[in-house]
């Protein structure tokens, strides 16, 4: 019976083997597939399976040995062996291309065919395949075939040397590529077969996706080979070309690699392939870039090279979600710049530049007809101050710009650039002072003409400044000295629009920083209608006399108005009470009229007459002079406009006799006015040449002291016949000298220890018992939004605390801690 089997196997085998030899040979039009199917089928049946899958097998492999390898081992000449070792081939790329697509032709067809082979070989013995081959866990026919074809043609080692067909082909394909990217041209057709190829066949016949032979042998040789290329282009580019090109080329090989996992290679490559160019391209020597002379960030921003810009951000966004080397360089070119600007207003001399009149301040009663005469220090001054924001601007509007068009708006990089500005403009100690003065210089005229648009550009540019300004309670103190001269002196050219820039400071800072500044308004509101109430009042009186004298009053809340800040401190005593000043009797007459008045509907509020704020119009008459000609002939008129202060003195020579003068001190003594307001004021009043209503003896240019006599000018003329005497110190808003500065800053500092005080008594009220490190980090994040508290203030703040008793310390805790003395 076993003989018996043998014999029919056999007989069997020569059918199916006579079949398979046709079939390769591709003669299989003659076949009868039942006839080949029955064989199969009866082998199984009789299981002998086995046999006959060892048989099929061993078939393939003679097949290969003698039909398929010889072709292909003629196609790999010694060039492509040369090659492939890496020596010298001593032929050109075109030969090279020429003998690698020979190749790349003969595997594939060796290839194809084996695949349509297979698929009728396998339909042949479908019946093993689905019996015998899943009865006994065994790879199908068509795969064991696929790993013989693995094994035997490209694993097959080459006569007299250690290399595989394989190898052959790696070196075909990457030298393909290769010359691909040196810009000859190939045929990405037959690569992509051959790569195909290898995407069909796996390490084993268990066919797992992560063995593929393209992943686990092509792959990582095409990788490193890349890697390789890459660096070598990177170095030729940072050595030979700039910045800008490198750029290009780096975005111009990531399309290519893209196109050619495409077109050429396989798909599973792309992202490596990119990870590839990533890492030797850009992340590797990217900081040797960025800081390329000439080409560089630097240069880039400075010449708005926006589209080199938008390519790095794109470039650094593939290595780095962060962006840190990108927000690194922009935030040192920022603080850069910014310290530029800084530096330059810093080394500014301002000290030798011959001035105008005092403090830059006498322009306004200048006569406009002639020709300006040069600025002051401080006038300069204030001019480099608004300048210095202007520029601070422009720097800023330049990378708003170069954001948004550059870099999509990244909030991580806008992030970065907001702390730049922030960090710069609070390195310059004036910052505060000089956003003030730019605002004020906008509200006063410059949004003179503008649209809506224009106006809300301008205070959008305002806002922003404050929003990076870090001492938020010295700016507060600035705008309320600079607002409180703008509207006390009709400066402002829109009350609409500083209402508008309070509630977007409101919005900014918070209502404590506005509430006064919406005061201050109030204020001036009411006081025209004082005004007008007044008028009607006077009118219905029927008071001639009165009458004579238009009286215009501001009434002044005190708490919301920094009198210290006005003009005001040489009229307080040491104990902060005001200096009154001597009002002459008809002034004293109207301001006893207007209190009476003012307190019939406000029974007990108290009224205070400020003579350094405000100012008056006079009506001057100038005799004629016997035995002169000319204009002085004749009796000439003129209205002055002075100062309050200015007003009180030249109606103490309403009374004097024709010739007679008063002396610096007897002025003082009548009028009580502090001596330094008094010698600023008789200075304008008897030096300045617009408005020398008085004579001075001496008739020199120094500021009047004590000893001066002065008289009445009979002979003053002007060709105008309203005057506007230069106003006194104080009421234009300039820079702050140092003296001034630091008065300011001692105010401010005293003012920031009462705010601490109020702070640290509120968080230990609520918590009773706390550490000193907490408390000082509660203090620290509760005072952030208005300015950055000094350690060393508030360790003396807590210890004025604990001796007034508002505070103990704990005794024998582990770490410093407080608790609250109800």
């Not at 003998?99 to 093993?128: A, C, P, Q, R």
């Not at 870099?407 to 003030?436: G, H, W």
């Not at 018992?769 to 300015?787: D, K, N, P, W, Y």
């Amino acid at each position: 019976m076993i003989g018996s089997d043998a014999g029919d196997f056999e007989t069997q085998w020569d059918i199916l083997r006579s079949a398979l030899r046709e079939i390769h040979t591709k003669n299989a039009s003659t076949l009868s597939f039942e006839q080949i199917y029955r064989a199969s089928y009866k082998i199984v049946l009789k299981k002998q399976g086995d046999k006959l899958y060892d048989r099929v097998k061993e078939f393939e492999e003679q097949w290969f040995g003698t039909s398929v390898m010889p072709k292909i081992r003629t196609l790999i000449t010694t060039n492509l062996v040369n090659n492939t070792l890496g020596g010298v081939s001593g032929i050109t790329a075109n030969e090279r291309r020429m003998t690698g697509e020979e190749f790349l032709k003969g595997l594939k067809t060796s290839w194809e065919d084996h695949i349509t082979t297979m698929n009728m070989t396998t339909d042949v013995l479908m019946y093993m395949d689905r019996v015998y081959c899943t009865d006994n866990r065994k790879a199908s026919i068509f795969t064991t075939s696929m790993g013989l074809f693995r094994d035997h043609i490209l694993r097959s080692q080459l006569t007299g040397s250690d290399l595989t067909t394989f190898d052959i082909l790696n070196s075909v394909i990457l030298d393909m590529v290769r010359m691909e990217r040196d810009g000859d041209v190939i045929n990405k057709a037959i690569v992509r077969s051959c790569v195909y190829m290898l995407e069909g066949l796996y390490e084993s016949d268990e066919e797992n996706e992560s063995e593929k032979l393209y992943i686990t042998t092509f792959e990582p040789a095409f990788l490193n080979a890349s890697r390789e290329f890459y660096q070598k282009e990177c170095t030729a580019l940072l050595r030979d070309s700039d910045a800008s090109t490198w750029l290009r080329q780096t975005k111009k090989r990531l399309i290519e690699e893209e196109t050619r996992t495409q077109t050429t290679i396989s798909m599973l490559t792309s992202q490596k392939i990119a990870k590839v160019i990533e890492s030797e391209m850009i992340s590797s020597r990217l900081s040797e870039f960025l800081a390329m002379e000439g080409s560089g960030i630097k240069v880039m921003i400075e010449n708005d090279r926006y589209e080199d810009l938008t390519l790095l951000y794109q470039l650094i966004s593939r290595v780095d979600q962060s962006k840190e080397p990108l927000k690194q360089a922009l935030s040192e070119r920022v603080r850069e710049l910014g310290s530029e600007i800084n530096k330059m207003i810093i080394n500014t001399d301002f000290s030798n530049v011959a001035g105008a009149a005092e403090d830059g301040e006498a322009a306004e009663g200048a006569d406009k007809s002639k020709a300006p005469r040069q600025q002051s220090a401080a006038a300069k001054q204030t001019a480099a101050a608004i300048r210095w924001v202007d520029d601070v601007l422009t720097l800023k509007d330049k990378f708003d710009s170069m954001w948004k068009k550059c870099m999509n708006e990244d909030l991580i990089l806008q992030t970065a650039l907001t702390k730049s500005f922030s960090d710069f403009i609070n390195e310059f100690p004036r910052c505060s002072e000089y956003v003030s003065l730019f605002i004020d210089n906008n509200l006063k005229g410059g949004i003179k003409g503008k649209t809506e648009a224009e106006i809300d550009a301008v205070l959008d540019k305002a806002t922003t400044l404050l929003r990076y300004i870090q001492d938020k309670d010295m700016f507060e103190r600035y705008y309320k000295k600079h607002l409180a001269r703008r509207l006390l002196h009709g400066k402002s050219e829109s009350a609409d629009v500083e209402r508008q820039m309070i509630s977007r400071m409101k919005l900014e800072i918070g209502n404590a920083f506005t509430t006064k500044l919406e005061g201050m308004f109030k204020d001036m509101t009411m006081s025209e209608d004082l005004t007008s109430g007044y008028r009607t009042h006077i009118q219905n009186l029927g008071d001639l006399d009165r009458k004579q004298i238009d009286l215009g009053i501001n009434v002044l809340t005190t708490n919301y108005w920094p009198m210290e800040s006005m003009g005001g401190n040489n009229s307080r005593r040491d104990d902060g009470t005001q200096i009154p000043c001597t009002w002459p009797n008809e002034i004293h007459l109207l301001q006893e009229s207007f209190k009476a008045f003012y307190l019939k509907e406000r029974n007990g509020r108290m009224l205070t007459w400020l003579g350094f704020l405000g100012s008056a119009d006079m009506r001057c008459v100038f005799p004629k002079i016997p035995g002169k000609e000319g204009i002085l002939s004749r009796e000439r008129r003129h209205e002055i406009n002075v100062p309050t202060y200015g007003m009180v003195v030249l109606l103490l020579f309403n009374d004097l006799a024709e010739g007679e003068t008063l002396s610096f001190e007897e002025i003082q003594s009548r009028t009580n006015i502090p001596p330094q307001d008094l010698a600023r004021i008789l200075h304008t009043l008897a030096v300045n040449p617009k408005a020398k209503v008085l004579t001075k003896d001496p008739a020199n240019k120094d500021l009047p002291k004590p000893g001066d006599k002065f008289g009445f000018n009979a002979s003053f003329t002007s060709k105008a016949v309203k005057i506007k005497a230069p106003v006194m110190l104080g009421a234009v808003n300039r820079v702050e000298g140092e003296e001034e500065r630091k008065d300011t800053e001692d105010r401010n500092d005293e003012h920031r220890g009462n705010v601490i005080d109020t702070v640290i008594v509120r968080i230990m009220k609520a918590r009773k018992t706390l550490a000193h490190t907490h408390l000082f980090s509660e203090v620290i994040g509760q005072l952030a939004t208005r300015f950055k508290p000094d350690v060393g203030m508030m360790k003396r703040r807590v210890e004025s605390l604990i001796e007034r008793e508002y505070l103990e310390r704990v005794e024998g805790a582990e770490v410093s801690t407080y608790a609250y003395l109800a």
